[in-house]
C-alpha cells in the first residue's frame, strides 16, 4: 500500500524543520517550500504527524518505507530501510522494554513544561 502526504509553508511562515522518527532523520525547509512524503509497506495509513511551533513530527508505522520527492524533482528514501530495521518497530528488529516513540519524544521532542499547566497530556 502506497500513501502519499504533501507538506508545505506559506509564504508568511518562518522555516520549519520536519523530523521522521523513529529514524531522527531531520530535515530543514524555508518558507514556501514543500515536500511530498510517499509511505510504502502494509500500515502506510498509519503515518501520525506531531506538530511543534517550529516543525513536524512524522511518526512512521512499522515496516514502512518513507520517501521524500522535492520540487526539484528529487526522490529519496529517507526512513523505513529493511536492511536497518528499527527497534522495537520494525518485524526485523530487536525488541525493546519502552516504545520507540515514548523513548523518542521523551529524549528528543519534550513538551515544554508549561504545555499542559493543568497536569493533562
Given at each position: 500500500?502506497?500513501?502519499?502526504?504533501?507538506?508545505?509553508?506559506?509564504?508568511?511562515?518562518?522555516?520549519?524543520?520536519?523530523?521522521?522518527?523513529?529514524?531522527?532523520?531531520?530535515?530543514?525547509?524555508?518558507?514556501?517550500?514543500?515536500?511530498?512524503?510517499?509511505?510504502?509497506?502494509?500500515?502506510?495509513?498509519?503515518?501520525?504527524?506531531?506538530?511543534?511551533?517550529?516543525?513536524?513530527?512524522?511518526?512512521?508505522?512499522?515496516?514502512?518505507?518513507?520517501?521524500?520527492?522535492?520540487?526539484?524533482?528529487?526522490?529519496?528514501?529517507?526512513?523505513?530501510?529493511?536492511d536497518?530495521?528499527?527497534?522495537?518497530?520494525?518485524?526485523?528488529?530487536?525488541?525493546?522494554?519502552?516504545?520507540?516513540?515514548?523513548?523518542?519524544?521523551?529524549?528528543?521532542?519534550p513538551?515544554?513544561?508549561?504545555?499542559?499547566?493543568?497536569g493533562?497530556?
Amino acid at each position: 500500500m502506497e500513501f502519499q502526504l504533501s507538506v508545505s509553508a506559506s509564504p508568511d511562515s518562518h522555516p520549519f524543520d520536519l523530523w521522521i522518527e523513529p529514524e531522527g532523520m531531520m530535515y530543514q525547509f524555508p518558507a514556501r517550500s514543500t515536500v511530498i512524503l510517499s509511505f510504502r509497506g502494509p500500515d502506510a495509513m498509519k503515518a501520525e504527524i506531531s506538530h511543534r511551533s517550529d516543525g513536524l513530527i512524522v511518526w512512521r508505522p512499522a515496516d514502512t518505507e518513507v520517501w521524500a520527492t522535492t520540487p526539484d524533482g528529487s526522490c529519496d528514501q529517507i526512513a523505513g530501510w529493511r536492511d536497518l530495521p528499527a527497534p522495537g518497530l520494525d518485524s526485523g528488529g530487536a525488541p525493546m522494554t519502552v516504545t520507540p516513540r515514548q523513548l523518542i519524544e521523551d529524549l528528543f521532542h519534550p513538551e515544554p513544561p508549561d504545555a499542559h499547566s493543568d497536569g493533562s497530556r
